[in-house]
């Protein structure tokens, strides 16, 4: 995969993922023309585009759109069921998912993501294990980070 | 005590505020976060809202840089950074304190501080540098959740330089306890593979662990690698195939745990790419394929509930099974999955349908007849992307036939498309059919036309290129050219007199040299009323300079009678004072020559010229030019890299002797070829131009020592930039010269296929037969790529046979040529043996038998061939995939145990490597070694004869993609008698530099009694075998270092033998790859080989913090990187 986006349906960017290496220009070009290109299609229409050299896979859920951009011998499919899995994962994780939950927290919503897809591949597909992960270094950090701070305060460490 | 207290007493208030911290950080951090959030939305214009987000930024920036903001606040204020960058507002200053938060943050902000470095910046970012040290600190962590932090943003992006410094720590994790630190291991070793596959080569192994987990996570992360690998190099993993179908079987049968489920289908993803590298594991490979025949046909057989993800699996099966070695039943039920993925109702699988028919339509044209009638409908699909991929299919199935309704249908796109990426396409392709299977003169211009016009100034330059290259050629007929170049002028001249001021650039271009070369075809039209019609042109204030260049040239051509030169002397004085130089020039070119008609008449000879034009590339017509500006005090010419040599060691201090590098590609002669002597009168002042900058370049080597850069830099551009022009636009000047009589090859006369051209009407039935005419005769339509199944119309003349490439051009050749409704085996095997015969007749010693090869092919079924018959095309284009029959003989008792007595005299005295089985069978035995000698390596090929009776007529025929094979003996082994041995000898050299060469082969022969026998054979060798040692000096190698331009560097272990370790390193190159070492000074050495022939290749190597920094460069590309592996491993082996 060569990036994900999320954007609503005005047009506004939720959440951007770039797998491979692209100047700041381009990417806001891409972003431009594929926002514009995804929200002008109507919604029977098939969920693949061809798009330079590549393949756009989006999908809509409910105001929000996810598009993958991947490579000409991808399959196209289960990059649909990624983008479901991702779904799945958000609305495991925030309980019932709508828009707000992403704007509002979405550096979790990056770090779900990062659990699921790493350097564009898939990195875990076990939703249970994902979710673990993810609840793990929530947990741990809250633990890890209220006694050790106290220490360095009255500077006993 | 006391201290304590007044410690605590003092800590008390920032505790006490610590105390409502947690909840309130947490609460104003979303309610800063919140508030320009929730600011954002009530805004109503773009304005209102950059001046919001700019004051955020303001605001953000101050906060970030004050020594008094707290780790926990700096982390929120990432977060506000990362939003309003994903606004689209840049917030660099930001950068560096995301990677400070990353260091030095506690968990919680450290993973905020890694999120927002891995969304700033991309792996090329300077910044990334100083993350290195934090990921090696949080990879030595005994947190968990730190480790996985350094692995995540290592998996993503890192510094392709600083992969050596974390590597052995990344390793080291693939062995950890826990899997997730495993899986992330994996994925991070995937990413340096794909970045930079030289450094992990020698973790390998440890990759085949990661396969052999017994956590399905890690196994999965590690077939990424394998997926990678695989496509790099199919053959070296063949052994894995089983462990794939194994693995894939039990994925299949439901072993996995059920949290690897997705919607009841067991772990699709692994799945999916176990299929993905059974189809490239099984392509062209017959024996490999039948390993994965059953676990296919369960994979199709489960994957039966209606969901897009067991969709998903069964197209990924389909493409599998029509990839590899084809088995009729699985195409069968593939062909069905296809159809109900075509028929169904759900579009993404409509779409996906297409896709795999035009996938597999080369090999099943059938399966498109019967799908015709929904093709048709998607042909007209609302949908663009529907049609686009219809479009794509059509173009497959394209024959001359149906070629008018096709490309009309694409034509029709085009008009409405408004994707540049789309046009560019189809137009290319549109401009290929046309080529191909044009069906009269009239059709291909106005198709061209209509390309031109529509591909505007978007399209591949190479299709204006091939256009006129192909006008210009000619093909067989004397007549036919003469009628197409005629419909083209009468078609572009009536163009130039409605509205060429709409028309794009490269058209416009294309006329006018159209125009330029045969309008004196068209005996009626005046030149000087072309020449007006082209002064318009120069007048319309849209036509570039570049067509204004083309016009002016044109003119040139044209420029007759007294009508013409006057409006040439018109149009020469309104451009002689241009301010473009080319156009300039081109203007007083065209006042010259218009004015003298007979120099004009040898300069741009019309229709003359079959002489192909000579170069002097030495550009001795100048020699008197510079010896009088030799003896005017002028210094000598020095070629650039000698200029940068100079001035390297004119700075005595510099610490980097073989930093500076110039882009040194134009060289000298690069330019002399270029020139014509054509264009003696116009060039010679340039050239006289260019020794003048050389001089100025060379003899203020002493002084100025920045302005004599500059001044050589600019010469450079100076010079460059006319001399491009010129080769420019003297591309025509080949062309000019009508190619030669065409040798007498009969199978090249072409007539034209008389076609029905078939009236498109609505009615859709019609439609399809006009479509898919043509195809339901092809039975068989061959694997070799796009098949030529009717002869092409315009088809280039060959190139003479004297030129290096002549070979392999008249295999193509001999390809086309091929009947057109190849049936049957039989015409396919002499189709074959064709083209092998061809081959050989690079070896000079095979000619004699081609004649009987021909005779045995044809007379009866050769069974090897009819086994491999699917992939025949391809084994004989492609040897190099041939695998040997069976590696390993079985063992018999009879067969000579050494055949190194039966190395011929003069080979004995050099060292040969072990003698290794090629192949064998109940009459011949096959072993074969290379010997390598001083200037070439020899392969010795053994032929053994195990039977009982003399075997005849044995071929034996090599070939190589990486490398060029020559037979070195003068008599060719025919015959061996029983119990006996035949040796051949053959001289390779490379041709591609690769870490294993391979050159694969094909013997056939004849028992006394039965049926002709062939097998197939490859033998690999190290590229080491080729490397010779390369004795120069130091300064040769100064000289030789500064000019090559392919590079590679990398850190290798350094031997450790005290005080001399750089020496004892390189001693151990030296024994173990023959380099030669030119010379060791303190901490650097200087090492050169050559790769045979006479292709160096320089070691520069510096002891620096313990290790070796070794720089290698060549002129030949690849050959640095794999000349490092080698080094890599004589240092680890060592």
């Known amino acids: 995969m060569q990036f994900m986006l999320l954007f609503s349906r005005q047009g506004k960017l939720r959440l951007q993922k770039w797998y491979v290496p692209l100047s700041d220009k381009e990417k806001k070009k891409i972003t431009r023309e594929l926002v514009q290109t995804v929200l002008a299609r109507k919604p029977k229409m098939c969920s693949f585009l061809e798009w330079r050299d590549l393949k756009i896979v989006y999908k809509r859920y409910a105001s929000l759109y996810f598009c993958c951009a991947i490579e000409d011998q991808d399959n196209e499919l289960i990059t649909l069921e990624i983008i479901h899995r991702y779904v799945e994962l958000l609305d495991k994780y925030f309980g019932s998912v709508c828009e707000l939950d992403i704007i509002f927290n979405f550096e979790k919503a990056y770090f779900i993501l990062d659990e699921f897809l790493l350097g564009g591949e898939a990195q875990e597909t076990s939703k249970k294990n994902v979710l673990k992960a993810i609840e793990q270094a929530d947990l741990l950090q809250e633990d890890a980070e209220t006694p050790r701070s106290v220490l360095e305060e009255i500077g006993l460490t | ?1134």
């Open chain 2, 1 to 1134: 005590m006391s201290d304590v207290v007044e410690k605590t007493l003092t800590a008390l208030p920032s505790l006490l505020s610590l105390d409502s911290q947690p909840g309130s950080a947490k609460l104003s951090s979303t309610s800063k976060l919140g508030n320009l959030i929730r600011g954002i939305t009530e805004l109503t214009s773009k304005h209102e809202e950059e001046k919001l987000i700019q004051r955020e930024l303001a605001s953000i920036k101050e906060q970030v840089s004050s020594p008094n903001t707290s780790m926990r606040q700096m982390k929120e204020l990432m977060v506000r950074a990362i939003y309003c960058e994903m606004l689209g507002y840049e917030a660099s200053f930001s950068y560096i304190h995301a990677i400070k938060l990353a260091q030095q943050g506690t968990a919680l902000e450290k993973r905020v501080g890694y999120l927002a470095v891995s969304l700033f910046l991309n792996e090329s970012h300077e910044l990334l540098l100083l993350l290195v040290n934090t990921v090696l600190k949080d990879l030595q962590s005994t947190n968990l959740i730190e480790v996985c932090m350094a692995l995540t943003v290592v998996s993503q992006m890192f510094p392709k330089d600083m992969i050596p410094a974390i590597l052995p720590l990344v390793e080291e994790k693939l062995n950890h306890q826990k899997e997730i630190i495993r899986r992330k291991a994996v994925l991070a070793l995937y990413k340096f593979y794909l970045i930079a596959p030289n450094q992990v080569q020698h973790i390998h192994n440890k990759f085949r662990k990661a396969l052999c987990d017994k956590d399905p996570g890690v196994m999965t992360a590690s077939l990424h690698i394998y997926l990678q690998m695989i496509q790099e190099n199919p053959e070296g993993y063949k052994d894995l195939t089983a462990s794939f179908v194994t693995i894939l079987k039990q994925v299949v049968g439901g072993k996995l745990p059920m949290d690897f489920n997705y919607h009841s289908v067991p772990a699709p993803w692994l799945q999916i790419q176990l299929l993905r590298i059974l189809s490239v594991l099984g392509k062209n490979d017959q024996s490999t394929s039948e390993i994965m025949y059953d676990v296919l046909d369960e994979s199709l057989r489960r994957a039966e509930m209606n969901h897009n993800i067991t969709y998903a699996i069964l197209y990924e099966c389909v493409k599998c099974i029509y990839t590899i070695h084809p088995k009729s039943d699985l195409l069968e039920k593939a062909a069905k999955c296809i159809g109900n993925f075509v028929l169904s109702p759900k579009i993404n699988l409509k779409y996906l349908g297409l896709k795999a028919l035009t996938y597999v339509v080369q090999q099943d044209p059938k399966l498109a007849l019967q799908h015709q009638m929904t093709i048709i409908e998607c042909l007209d699909h609302p949908d663009l992307i529907i049609k686009r991929e219809t479009l794509e299919l059509l173009f497959r199935i394209t024959n001359a036939q149906n070629v008018t309704v096709i490309v009309e249908k694409m034509l029709d796109f085009l008009r409405v498309s408004t994707d540049d990426y789309t046009t560019i396409d189809l137009v290319g392709k549109v401009a290929e059919l046309a080529e191909k299977y044009a069906p009269d003169n009239e059709w291909f211009i106005e198709t061209m036309n209509t390309v031109f016009s529509v591909g505007g100034d978007m399209m591949q330059p190479d299709i204006p290129n091939s256009f006129l290259k192909l006008l210009s050629e000619g093909f067989d007929s004397v007549e036919e050219d003469r009628k197409l170049r005629l419909f083209a002028v009468d078609s572009y001249v009536s163009l130039l007199q409605g509205e060429p001021g709409k028309l794009p650039q490269r058209f416009l271009q294309v006329i006018s040299w159209v125009l330029g070369e045969y309008s004196h075809l068209r005996a009626e039209l005046q030149p000087s009323t072309v020449m007006r019609l082209l002064s318009k042109l120069l007048d319309t204030k849209n036509t570039s300079s570049e067509t204004k260049t083309w016009v002016l040239m044109t003119m040139t051509k044209l420029c007759e009678g007294a009508a013409g030169v006057s409006v040439a002397q018109e149009v020469s004085e309104a451009y002689s004072s241009s301010l473009d130089t080319v156009l300039r020039q081109r203007a007083q070119e065209l006042q010259h020559l218009s004015q003298d008609s007979e120099l004009r008449a040898r300069v741009v000879p019309r229709d003359a010229g079959l002489e192909p034009l000579e170069v002097d590339s030495s550009l001795s017509f100048l020699d008197g030019f510079v010896s009088e500006a030799l003896a005017a005090g002028a210094a000598p010419y020095k070629p650039p890299h000698q200029r940068q040599e100079e001035l390297a060691q004119a700075k005595a201090l510099s610490l980097e002797p073989y930093g500076l590098s110039l882009p040194i590609s134009i060289s000298s002669c690069s330019i002399a070829d270029r020139q014509s002597p054509t264009l003696l009168s116009m060039s010679s002042g340039l050239s006289g131009d260019s020794t003048d900058l050389s001089h100025k370049g060379g003899s203020t080597t002493l002084k100025l020592d920045g302005v004599k850069r500059v001044w050589g830099k600019e010469g450079y551009l100076a010079q460059r930039e006319p001399v491009e022009e010129t080769a420019q636009v003297e591309v025509p000047s080949p062309f000019r010269s009508p190619s030669q009589q065409a040798e007498a090859d009969s199978s090249h006369s072409q007539t034209p296929t008389p076609v029905p051209t078939p009236e498109p009407t609505q009615e859709k039935q019609q439609l399809a037969s006009s479509l898919f005419v043509g195809l339901s005769s092809q039975s068989s339509v061959c694997l070799m790529g796009k098949s030529e199944s009717a002869p092409q119309r315009f088809r280039r003349k060959a190139k003479s046979p004297s030129s290096s490439s002549g070979a392999s051009e008249q295999i193509s050749n001999s390809l086309v040529s091929a009947p057109s409704t190849v049936d049957n085996l039989l015409c396919d095997n002499l189709l074959d043996t064709n083209i092998t015969s061809e081959l050989a007749v690079s070896s000079p010693t095979q000619t004699s038998q081609l004649s009987q090869s021909l005779t045995t092919a044809n007379g009866t079924c050769d069974v090897e061939l009819t086994d491999t018959k699917g992939s025949n095309h391809s084994l004989i284009r492609d040897l190099s995939v041939a695998v040997a029959a069976d590696p390993s003989p079985h063992e018999d008792p009879d067969k000579p145990k050494d055949f190194s007595s039966h190395l011929p005299a003069e080979l004995s005295g050099f060292s040969h490597s072990e003698i290794t089985p090629l192949c064998s069978n109940q009459s011949l035995d096959l072993s074969a070694c290379h010997v390598q000698q001083k200037d070439s390596l020899v392969l010795v090929v053994f032929i053994y004869n195990s039977s009982d009776s003399d075997i005849q007529q044995i071929l034996l025929e090599l070939d190589s993609d990486d490398l060029e094979v020559s037979g070195v003996c003068g008599s060719p082994v025919q015959e061996v008698g029983s119990q006996s041995v035949a040796v051949c000898q053959y001289s390779l050299s490379v041709k591609r530099p690769s870490v294993h060469v391979e050159v694969g082969g094909v013997v056939s022969y004849q028992l006394p009694v039965g049926t002709p026998q062939s097998a197939q054979f490859s033998y690999k060798l190290p590229l080491t075998s080729f490397i010779r040692p390369l004795t120069l000096s130091t300064e040769e190698y100064g000289t030789m270092w500064l000019a090559f331009s392919h590079d590679t560097k990398q850190n290798l272990t350094l031997i450790n033998e005290g005080q001399e370790s750089l020496a004892a390193t390189l001693n151990v190159l030296k024994k173990k790859l023959q380099l030669h070492i030119v010379e060791i000074i303190g901490l650097e050495g200087i090492v050169a080989c050559r790769l045979l022939q006479d292709q160096p290749c320089l070691m520069h190597c510096r002891v620096h913090a313990g290790t070796l920094a070794v720089w290698l460069r060549s002129p030949v590309p690849d050959l640095p990187d794999c000349l490092m592996y080698y080094c890599q491993r004589a240092l680890q082996e060592h």
